[in-house]
């Protein structure tokens, strides 16, 4: 059995680059990696302020 890359796989499934089906994937993952990324920036920022308020933790 041939093993075959990520990009032989979608080459074959959704077409070559520039193909309206593979564009459309493609864009697709591009939004959901920047929603994802997007997601974990509040969080970070949520854990900073409350390391801002009270640095070493003391109540």
Do not use: C, H
Request: zero cysteines; a positive charge.
């Amino acid at each position: 059995m041939e093993t075959k890359s990520w990009k032989e796989i979608k080459d074959s499934v959704y077409g070559k680059k520039g193909t309206d089906r593979r564009d459309a994937l493609d864009s697709d993952f591009e939004s959901l990696k920047i929603r994802s990324l997007s997601r974990m920036i509040p969080k970070k920022k949520t854990e900073i302020n409350k390391l801002g308020a009270n640095p070493q933790g003391i109540n």
